[in-house]
């Protein structure tokens, strides 16, 4: 059984999230200690809870320790099963994070597989269904084919939010024991992921949301005409000629929210047209708050974006760090805006799993497998 120390560089939750994912992937068994140790409200969360649960039903997995407030839990997987999965995380906890658990046994599921989540669709420290979506899914086509639809956005403190995903994975490996034997399969088939080049800017999409409350005083309107002004002035700067398209979308939620997510598509190298297996896709959102202004809502976001298509970077920060758990497994190299911690702690995570050796270049900010 693998020794896991839940207080390693940031301590969040995420070490437990990879840790449940790998170890549905692996079939090998681990005790977590120190969860979230050093937050202000250490130990399991209802929505870190909501994993352990989804995972016990899905790869008949048992559990010690799955309280709220334990900063201890045993795990022992089984194997992932093809069956649909309804999850209500009872909170604003976000669906997003949920699924950074679930998504990647389900990968190798199987059969077809479908989710039906209940939470924060769009809630702080998280990334947006609509990041989830348009950024994270594009880059796993190699692993499974999706379809996602966001019934209704969760906003804190209710959440309420509705999810539906399924997944077709490409690979069938239900007769794999151990993780040698799948790790053997999957490297006949699957090239490495290669994300580290990128041609010129196509065009920049988005998708500005807000609570059905806010219709009157045109709050995702508004968001949307703050971002697009704002890229358009940045871009006259920079020499960038690209068409700019924004959603405005308005949904029945329990709680008033708003938010927004940006998308800037690049083709491959060479090409006037995107890598469809590594596709160069670029993210940046941000949530509105009761004393932030619309428009400061959408000027956030596009500066966000900015921030990354100057870096010159393939994967954006936030995406990085989700690829490293699919980068073991592969192989290849990515590069990024940022190494961040929230990085540098899925590398540890993922290394005590699958033993994969990374290299992490600082000065080009590249992550790659050896």
Known sequence: MLGIDGSYLEGGGQILRTSLALSCL???????????????????????????????????????????????????????????????????????????????????????????????????????????????????????KFECSLLNCGYFPKGNGRLELGIKPVFHLDSYDNFADFQKAVSLELPPIAISERGRILKVSGISHASSDLRKADVAERQARA????????????????????????????????????????????????????????????????SKRAEEVGQEAAAGLIKEIISGACVDHYLADQLVQFLAITGGKIQTSEITSHCRTNVFTVQQFLGSRFAIDEEKKAVSVI
């Open 26 to 144: 692996t079939l090998q068994s681990f005790e977590i200690i120190n969860i979230r140790k050093g937050r202000p409200n250490p130990g399991l969360q209802p929505q870190h809870l909501a994993c352990i649960k989804a995972l016990e039903e899905f790869c008949n997995a048992s559990s010690e320790g799955a309280e709220v407030g334990s900063q201890r839990v045993v795990f022992c997987p089984g194997k992932p099963q093809s069956r649909p999965l309804s999850v209500d995380i009872g909170t604003a906890g976000s669906v997003t994070l949920l699924l950074q658990a679930l998504l990647l046994p389900t990968l190798f599921a199987p059969g077809k597989v479908r989710f039906k989540l209940t939470g924060g669709t769009n809630v702080s420290y998280s990334p947006p269904v609509e990041y989830f979506s348009a950024v994270l899914l594009p880059q796993l086509s190699r692993f499974a």
């Open 227 to 290: 971002a697009k002004s704002a890229l358009l002035l940045q871009f006259n700067k920079l020499g960038i000629n690209c068409p700019i398209s924004i959603q405005s979308e308005y949904s029945a939620a329990l709680s008033t929210g708003s938010g927004i997510s940006l998308f800037a598509h690049f083709a491959a190298i060479g090409k006037d047209e995107p890598d469809g297996f590594h596709p160069v896709i670029l993210g940046s959102d941000a949530l509105g708050e009761r």
